[in-house]
């Protein structure tokens, strides 16, 4: 004796070894898989082994003759036995039953279910429940569960080639009937228990799964699952419909009328009935055809058994249905047909063929039809006469069939609109049960958003007729929506945006005069109302109410913005009335004020676009928002909402290009303002603003910078300043105050616009001090942080030491902007424009705390400040080469010293970036390029192999990778003469098989521009030298090829992300354009991609994959310019062949 324990164990056993040494697959039979499940469930420390035995089991391709399936058969026989068996009712304990007794009782089981040749259906009349109850109640219900979710996965996972034979579909079929008989209920007409309704359901997936992967078996599991719960008029419309003697032979006993004992309760016949569709769609194995043949010809049943439970519940005679579970699963029923079976609006509407409810007091003709049933549930005025759980089915039911466009443009179709929008004013539909649902606050808000999507989606369906106007219920249709639009519930207020956006494409001459203009204005105001935020919201950190859900309410804005645009370019001048308007009271709230910009920013580049058209009406709007600015200029910060700041100093960001037409003289005044919002705390959004006013008004800040300076030399104009460099003075203020309260994203984004300002200016004084006062508080800063950490770095106050390094790093940060924006060659022409680079003065400046900060060893040692320093460094080296080529030996030593330490990719930038400013020097300088891209290969590989895996490092090695693209491009000489040139390229071609993101896609185009040099757009020196090195090139793509092409291959079919399907086809092509070009190329490369096509494209058929690679030879030895896009277009497409998002038709495009 042994409990389930050590059952488990032995269960779980892996394999055996023979005696010859060979391992023996484990042999999956009854008696282990049943022990296996006892200990997944009921030992922790065991369930781990168990779980993979079963998994094994779940996974085991099959031998031939039906080994693995006939365990599957008799494992729920055992559980769910057909017949009485008395021995098992006594073996099968509900947690640690003998082992040696189930062993007897599995063997005893065996053997009469051999006798009975495993297909004793006709004995299912005959079951005893109340004796086969009691084995089914004490196994373990998880037990029973665990496995049949392990028996659906195997089904739904098993290729056709290795599907059950009829004989085991039909012992499977007789088992699971039987367990579904007996948890629902054993007379037939009782519900099941709560406890076992997950059991159900697995059982249900179980026979579903079953049923449509065997021909006519939909047919013949409906007719089956309702024997007895529908009449018999309505089943004669499957007679004929199943051939399967599997499905027939268990229909021919459990369909019998007079045999209670062989039917289905009515509720586990809806969840079959609901089931079908999902296991319909997840079967693989199967032709798409014949699953949707059986589908089709089962949907007037289908629509019977709906109409059958909502006419009972109309009625109020539920005494065979439950009133909430049977209507609810019947309604998803419809949910779950419509989709896949395309039920319209027109089969909804029209009057069911046959009658389930009573047709011999329902004459034919005046049965009501499963539209009018909808509609009646949807106009219910209580809560108790439809709970909300019924209003939420039935909404999402009626969706389906409204948005199916198969009958769009019919005369029953649009009957069946006019009914759903007349059924708005004559009995309530949608009005009543969104008022109780309203006022049900909470209970109801899931009922309001799904009726919300309802309303929604008549009206963007029925656009042209809701539009029109002309029929009953179109006018209350859209009062509807606005009041939808602004209701309590946020996620009810996003459906009714799509219907806006649908009306504004109905040509305003289609529309109801109230569509238009007056619909858009109230829109606007509705939007104002459903874009604010609660009064009392704080920030999305601090908000304890749990009212706002932030990705409803981005989302709504997101969408909104659209309906804004285009509603602007209705209401044109209009627009900004209703906006201005809701905030010019003083007692406007600060929720109302946000609202109101927000609104006028979403469409900010459209309505500056006509500003700058000049035109009459364009001027009346801009002198509304200069009136706004002006307003909001003058208000006090400190009484304004951290929301509302923010609004404002987007607000004014965004509108620049206006003010600088029209309030030019006030610029200065909009900076001063934003530089207070920097200082209040609102950094992010008053940064963005201001570099959006020193590039959008740059002109008037020219212009004011030359008065001030023309009136202080004594020059024509009245000066309005004291000194002359009034634009270079409120720069560097902001530069000083962005520096002291905003992050380092803030500092770059001033740094920015105030490098480009200063680099317009036409005279060279004015330029060269505006850099000077943007970069001074900077050099102010770097050394303040610099000489804290020199003083403080042993210390014990970390938290002060790292708030230094955060400022080294915002101050490097900002000042790497300004060199890298610091163009001359962007510069205005002028008198007295500098013959030197203009930032020469503040480089001076700067030069020599930055090489303190290089030489410092606790600088050193902090890895972002490092990566920092190495960025201003690539900046100078890229924008101003003529001043940094005095450092640059000294620097390039810094460098490698340390990347030789720490590793760090800027350091592979800044080589990158040297190699395309000097690549193209002497013989000299080309040596010595090799030596350093020789070294620090060296370096990157074992850094690599020791220490990281290229998958823990990708940005370093995407840097490396870019680097060696850099040395192909601007200087290849040293490229191909370095001695690791075969290790770089077989480094590339490792990280393929590590690597996912960018540095995999710079792994492919490294490669792909290494492989197809010969196409390259370079100079003929630079091709001279690659030809050259054509010898070690074919040798890399001998010993590489294959690994690339299966890499490739494998990504476009499925194992790599999308974003790499272009480098992939880029690489791809190149090999094989390159193979097809040289001597016995094109043989091996047809052999690479048949080997990795068959490997990774198996879900295409043999003829697919040889059509794929035809066309792609075809293109790679055509030397026509178009061959290379359309290669790649090709492979695109095979790669959303592989995924299924299209079929082998599309391949036709490339043969014509």
């Known amino acids: 004796m042994c409990d389930a324990h050590d059952a488990g164990a032995s269960a779980a056993a892996p394999a055996a070894t023979s005696a010859a040494g060979a391992v023996v697959e484990p042999h999956y039979t009854p008696t282990l898989l049943l022990q296996a499940a006892l200990a997944s469930t009921t030992n922790p420390s065991n369930s781990s082994e168990a779980t993979s035995y079963l998994q094994g089991w779940v996974e085991e391709s099959d031998d031939g003759i039906g080994a693995s399936w006939q365990a599957a058969a008799e494992l729920v026989r055992l559980i769910y036995p057909p017949t009485a068996n008395r021995n098992l009712e006594h073996c099968i304990g509900q947690h640690q039953p003998p082992i040696d007794v189930v062993e007897q009782a599995i063997i005893a089981h065996q053997e009469s279910a051999h006798a009975a040749v495993i297909s004793p259906s006709s004995q299912v009349v005959a079951i005893s429940i109340p004796n086969q109850l009691h084995v089914l109640r004490t196994t373990s219900s998880g037990v029973r569960t665990l496995l049949l979710t392990l028996l659906n996965t195997k089904i739904r996972h098993s290729p056709s080639s290795v599907s059950p034979t009829e004989n085991v579909v039909a012992s499977l079929l007789d088992s699971v009937w039987c367990g579904l008989v007996y948890l629902s209920g054993t007379d037939g007409v009782g519900e099941p228990d709560v406890a076992s309704g997950g059991e159900i359901n697995s059982l249900c997936s179980t026979v579903c799964a079953l049923a449509v992967r065997t021909k006519g078996g939909v047919p013949m599991l409906l007719q089956m699952a309702f024997a007895g719960a529908v009449n018999a008029e309505s089943l004669s419309s499957l007679s004929g419909g199943g051939n399967s003697s599997a499905f027939g032979s268990v229909s021919g006993a459990s369909g019998r009328q007079d045999n209670k004992n062989g039917r289905l309760g009515p509720i586990v016949a809806l969840k079959i009935m609901a089931r079908i569709p999902a296991e319909a769609a997840e079967c693989s194995t199967c032709p798409v055809a014949d699953i949707e043949a059986d589908m089709l010809a089962c949907v007037g049943f289908v629509l019977d058994v709906v109409c059958m439970v909502l006419n009972q519940l109309q009625q109020q005679e539920q005494q065979r249905i439950g009133a909430n579970d049977g209507t609810k699963l019947a309604l998803?029923?419809?949910?779950?047909?419509?989709?896949?079976?395309?039920?319209?609006?027109?089969?909804?509407?029209?009057?069911?063929?046959?009658?389930?409810?009573?047709?011999t007091s329902i004459p034919k003709q005046q049965r009501p039809s499963l539209l009018d049933m909808l509609i009646s549930v949807l106009s219910q005025p209580t809560s108790q006469s439809v709970p909300f759980d019924v209003v939420v089915a039935a909404s999402e039911a009626l969706m389906v069939p409204v948005l199916d466009g198969a009958d769009f443009g019919t005369p029953t179709r649009l009957q069946a609109s006019v009914a759903l929008l007349g059924a708005i004013p004559s009995r309530g539909f949608l009005l009543n049960p969104i008022k109780v649902a309203t006022e049900a606050v909470w209970e109801g808000d899931e009922?309001?958003?799904?009726?919300?999507?309802?309303?929604?989606?008549?009206?963007?369906?029925?656009?042209?007729?809701?539009?029109?106007?002309?029929?009953?219920?179109?006018?209350?249709?859209?009062?509807?929506?606005?009041?939808?639009?602004?209701?309590?519930?946020?996620?009810?207020?996003?459906?009714?945006?799509?219907?806006?956006l649908a009306v504004q494409d109905v040509p305003p001459s289609d529309r109801h005069p109230n569509f238009s203009a007056p619909l858009f204005g109230r829109v606007v105001q509705a939007l104002l109302l459903r874009a604010s935020y609660p009064r009392d919201f704080v920030s999305w950190e601090e908000d304890e109410t749990d009212t706002l859900d932030r990705q409803e309410f981005d989302e709504m804005r997101r969408l909104a913005s659209d309906i804004l645009t285009s509603t602007y370019y209705l209401l044109r001048v209009d627009y900004i009335d209703v906006i201005v308007s809701s905030v010019s009271g003083r007692q406007s709230s600060w929720e109302a004020m946000e609202s109101a910009l927000w609104c006028l920013c979403a469409v900010s580049r459209d309505i500056v676009d006509e500003v700058k058209k000049n035109t009459d009406e364009s001027n009346k709007a801009a002198k509304k928002l200069v009136g706004l600015a002006q307003q909001l200029c003058a208000s006090d910060i400190q009484r304004q909402h951290v929301l509302v700041r923010e609004a404002v100093a987007t607000f004014l960001g965004k509108y620049s290009p206006i003010w600088n037409?029209?309030?030019?003289?006030?610029?200065?005044?909009?900076?001063?303002?934003?530089?207070?919002?920097?200082?209040?705390?609102?950094?992010?959004?008053?940064?963005?603003?201001?570099?959006?006013?020193?590039?959008?008004?740059?002109?008037?800040?020219?212009?004011?910078?030359?008065?001030?300076?023309?009136?202080?030399?004594?020059?024509?104009g009245t000066p309005t300043r004291t000194t002359p460099y009034v634009v270079s003075v409120a720069l560097g203020t902001m530069m000083e105050t962005v520096l002291s309260r905003g992050e380092e994203e803030s500092v770059r984004l001033v740094a920015e616009g105030s490098a480009r300002l200063c680099v317009q200016l036409r005279d060279w004084p004015l330029v060269q001090h505006s850099l000077c006062a943007v970069v001074d508080p900077i050099r102010t800063r770097l050394s303040l942080a610099f000489e804290h950490i020199q003083e403080h770095h042993q210390q014990q106050d970390q938290a002060r030491l790292e708030s230094c390094f955060h400022s080294l790093s915002s101050c490097l940060g900002a000042f790497e902007e300004v060199c890298r924006f610091c163009d001359v060659s962007t510069a205005s022409s002028g008198d007295g424009m500098p013959k030197h680079h203009p930032l020469v003065e503040a480089l001076t400046a700067v030069w020599p705390v930055i090489t303190d900060i290089s030489l410092s060893q606790t600088c050193r040692s902090h890895e972002s400040t490092m990566t920092a320093v190495l960025a201003v460094h690539s900046a100078l080296l890229s924008n101003t080469p003529e001043l940094m080529a005095p450092h640059f030996p000294a620097t390039v030593t810094f460098i490698v010293k340390l990347y030789e330490d720490q590793n760090n990719s800027a350091a592979l930038d800044y080589v990158a970036a040297a190699v395309e400013q000097f690549g193209s020097a002497g013989s000299g300088e080309v040596a010595s390029f090799s030596d350093l891209l020789a070294h620090l290969t060296r370096c990157t590989t074992s850094y690599l192999t020791t220490s990281r895996r290229p998958r823990d490092c990708p940005s370093l090695v995407e840097a490396y990778l870019e680097m060696c693209r850099r040395y192909l491009l601007y200087c290849p000489h040293a490229l191909v003469a370095c001695p690791e040139f075969s290790s770089i390229f077989a480094l590339a071609v490792g990280c393929l098989g590590e690597c996912s993101g960018n540095d995999c896609r710079a792994a492919l185009l490294l490669m792909a521009q290494i492989i197809g040099y010969k196409n390259l757009r370079v100079s003929q020196t630079t091709s001279a030298v690659l030809n050259a090195a054509s010898g070690t090139i074919d040798h890399l793509i001998s010993r590489h090829g294959e690994a690339i092409c299966k890499k490739c291959i494998s990504s476009l079919s499925g194992s790599g992300p999308q974003m790499l399907w272009p480098a992939c086809s880029e690489c791809l092509y190149a090999l094989v354009s390159y193979l097809c070009s040289v001597s016995g190329g094109e043989p091996l490369a047809w052999k690479w991609m048949c080997l990795a096509l068959e490997a990774d494209a198996k879900r295409l058929s043999p003829e697919t994959r040889q059509a794929v690679i035809s066309i792609l030879f075809g293109f790679a030895k055509d030397k026509n310019s178009k061959s290379k896009p359309r290669a790649k277009m090709l492979l695109t497409d095979y790669a959303k062949l592989c995924s299924g998002d299209s079929s082998p038709a599309v391949l036709t495009s490339y043969s014509v």
């Open 332 to 359: 998803q029923v419809l949910s779950n047909w419509a989709g896949p079976c395309h039920i319209t609006l027109t089969q909804i509407s029209s009057v069911p063929l046959s009658s389930l409810a009573d047709p």
């Open 447 to 500: 009922a309001v958003r799904s009726l919300s999507n309802l309303a929604s989606t008549i009206a963007a369906e029925e656009v042209d007729l809701v539009a029109e106007g002309a029929v009953p219920g179109c006018l209350e249709l859209v009062d509807i929506l606005l009041g939808l639009q602004v209701h309590r519930v946020h996620s009810a207020a996003i459906a009714p945006l799509e219907t806006w």
């Open 661 to 716: 037409i029209h309030l030019s003289d006030s610029i200065l005044d909009i900076l001063a303002k934003l530089k207070a919002y920097v200082e209040s705390g609102t950094a992010q959004a008053a940064a963005k603003a201001t570099r959006q006013v020193l590039l959008g008004c740059s002109k008037s800040l020219i212009l004011i910078s030359q008065r001030a300076h023309q009136a202080h030399a004594g020059a024509v």
